[in-house]
């Protein structure tokens, strides 16, 4: 397990080095100058000076070994549309937001995700399976400004009870969170579904029933647990998803979430903004991609890890 893990660790930063530059390569070969607004007015001296503290007076490679040296010491650098803005500072209080709405909308939808997908496979071809294939063709096909303006409507403009939108009270979040929870919601019926019909259809669910243990038991004992596998696998693209699938949704509802300043920063071609922030979500899955590799272990003993055979 130990050099298991240290391997992924070493192949995570291979593919954080390859993303880093990418995307700053990527970045700087975007059309438009994010100081020539600002910088225009200024005398020529002061441009200089000006262009010289974010480096960008420098050629593009040595710019590029400058950033590698600044990020192996911690630091992302300083907003260009927002002087005095650190990015780190920026990441460090927009995503607990960004991770409080995703996450209250990950824990519902996979909780209602996985209960509708038992009851479809247990009901297969029955007006509940029915009712739940439907509900999941809705979340994954209803695009998530569509279903947020739809509740806007209802709710805010011909109800009245909830706030169109806004932030620092209980209420703003129940609009974000159904928004957020409902394609969740879709893709855990779908999988869990799915699963138990095939984990059903195993010689070894026969062999269960064949004993005498009831249908409660064998989908306790033996269904549930290796039906939750697909689950467990797409739960870190999931949890990723609460910071940049949110984008959309923040914006919307005016929530000071990280994916509302990552839209700006790119808008606004804000280099350091939008390198932060990009390398904040690729830290964020790889790490996830570990996590869910070892958890898998712990739900399934069958499976081990490369490095323990």
């Excluded at 990418?22 to 020529?44: K, Q, W």
Aim: aromatic fraction near 12%; glycine fraction near 8%; hydrophobic fraction near 50%.
């Amino acid at each position: 397990m130990p050099k298991y893990i240290l391997k992924r660790v070493l192949y995570m930063l291979i593919t954080l080095f390859f993303v880093v530059t990418v995307t700053f390569f990527l970045m700087r070969s975007i059309p438009g100058d994010p100081l020539a607004s600002m910088a225009r007015n200024l005398p020529d001296q002061t441009r200089e000076n000006y262009y010289a503290k974010y480096g960008l007076d420098k050629p593009l490679f040595e710019q590029y070994l400058t950033y590698l040296e600044n990020l192996l010491h911690g630091d992302l650098g300083e907003s260009l549309v927002y002087p005095g803005r650190s990015v780190t500072e920026t990441i460090a209080s927009t995503s607990p937001v960004s991770g409080l709405t995703g996450g209250i909308a990950l824990v519902i939808g996979v909780l209602l995700g996985v209960m509708l997908g038992i009851i479809a496979a247990l009901y297969k071809n029955r007006w509940p399976d029915y009712l739940v294939m439907f509900i999941a063709i809705l979340g994954i096909t209803i695009p998530v400004f569509v279903l947020a303006s739809l509740l806007q409507y209802f709710f805010s403009v011909q109800l009245g009870v909830l706030p169109t939108s806004g932030w620092g009270e209980p209420k703003h979040l129940i609009m974000p969170v159904i928004v957020l929870c409902f394609s969740t919601i879709a893709t855990y019926a779908r999988y869990i579904k799915s699963s138990m019909l095939d984990v059903l259809g195993q010689d070894y669910i026969l062999t269960a029933q064949a004993k005498g243990l009831s249908q409660s038991q064998v989908i306790r004992r033996h269904v549930l647990r290796n039906s939750l596998l697909p689950a467990i696998t797409i739960l870190a693209g999931r949890i990723v998803g609460i910071f940049t699938g949110a984008f959309v949704v923040e914006k919307m509802f005016s929530i000071p979430g990280i994916g509302f300043y990552y839209i700006s920063s790119i808008n606004n071609n804000d280099y350091s903004m939008t390198m932060g922030v990009t390398i904040f979500y690729a830290a964020l899955f790889v790490v996830m991609q570990l996590i869910v590799d070892i958890v898998y272990t712990l739900v399934d003993p069958r499976i081990r890890l490369s490095d323990d055979k």
